[in-house]
């Protein structure tokens, strides 16, 4: 498998949850605040928490490949991958992102190979982590407005 389509699985497990936002395949550029508010900007079905739109949306970046060879007849590369959501402030919407979060989680943990794209892991002798580790929450400021953000980490694995 490629990176290519470990990328796309991932963007595929985001995309799967329901009322996720909007989901992009890397981390987006944008001349001004109106341009980023204009590539997250997410409109909620009816009856949803917050009702009206709001910047709510998703970006994922490779950040680190490891090289492995467990034996002589294979290697095996290691992607790390941050996923970052943002989710505008409003009362009790750090509990809406919580809940996006651990639906995320539940969806790579019940298919770790992400639809057959990668292979499953960790590897023998490597440290213990699977699936998807919160890393960092808390408020940010993002395109000019008040925002819960959380940065996601996870790995997937392809033999070579």
């Known amino acids: 498998s490629t990176l290519q389509q470990h990328r ?10 329901p009322e996720i936002g909007i989901v992009h395949d890397r981390e987006r550029h944008a001349d001004s605040n109106a341009q980023f508010v204009a590539q997250y900007l997410y409109t909620p079905p009816p009856g949803s928490v917050p009702a009206e739109p709001h910047i709510r ?7 680190a490949t490891a090289e492995r060879s467990p034996n002589l007849r294979r290697t095996v590369n290691v992607h790390t991958w941050t996923v970052r ?45 699977d699936g998807v580790q919160v890393v960092d929450a808390g408020p940010v400021v993002f395109a000019g407005v008040l925002c819960h953000s959380v940065v996601l ?3 997937t694995w392809s033999y070579l």
């Open 8 to 17: 796309a699985a991932i963007v595929a497990a985001l995309a799967s949850v």
């Open 57 to 63: 949306g998703w970006w994922l970046r490779r950040s």
């Open 85 to 129: 959501g943002y989710l505008a402030f409003r009362d009790a919407t750090e509990l809406v992102l919580d809940g996006l979060v651990e639906q995320l989680r539940a969806v790579v943990r019940a298919d770790p190979t992400l639809g057959g794209a990668c292979q499953p892991g960790p590897l023998a002798g490597d440290d213990d982590t």
């Open 153 to 155: 980490q996870l790995r």
